[in-house]
Nanobody, 124 residues
Framework: QVQLVESGGGLVQPGDSLRLSCAAS????????AAWFRQVPGREREFVAA????????RYADSVKGRFTISRDNAKNTIYLQMNNLKFEDTALYYC?????????????????WGQGTQVTVSS
């Protein structure tokens, strides 16, 4: 069983940067695809970025392409999301997700394991 714990969220101003981390416990995490999703109240959880087992190719939502970077350190069982040039619309609860094998989908319902989320608020 894989357990995921996110950290790194916070309150920032537009244009600032943040790096989210997702620490995974459990064996063989290296064999899991991973992703970041985000959700605001009243809206469905949306895909942000995904990374396969071998770290390439990564995939991004159009809204974050060029600003966010997903990466993984399998030695540390950790997934990262580097977020640059943050905008008001990036405000959300960010979730880490993982599934064994290939990236299952850009739809959140297909991902097997989830963290509890970390809040990112962009405000002036």
């Amino acid at each position: 069983q894989v357990q995921l714990v996110e950290s790194g969220g916070g309150l920032v101003q537009p244009g600032d940067s943040l790096r989210l981390s997702c620490a995974a416990s459990g064996q063989d995490f290296w064999s899991y695809a991973a992703a970041w999703f985000r959700q605001v109240p009243g809206r469905e959880r949306e895909f942000v970025a995904a990374i396969p087992v071998n770290s390439s190719p990564t995939r991004y939502a159009d809204s974050v392409k060029g600003r966010f970077t997903i990466s993984r350190d399998n030695a540390k069982n950790t997934i990262y999301l580097q977020m640059n040039n943050l905008k008001f619309e990036d405000t959300a609860l960010y979730y880490c997700a993982a599934s064994p094998g290939e990236i299952p989908s850009w739809t959140y319902t297909y991902w097997r394991h989830w963290g509890q989320g970390t809040q990112v608020t962009v405000s002036s």
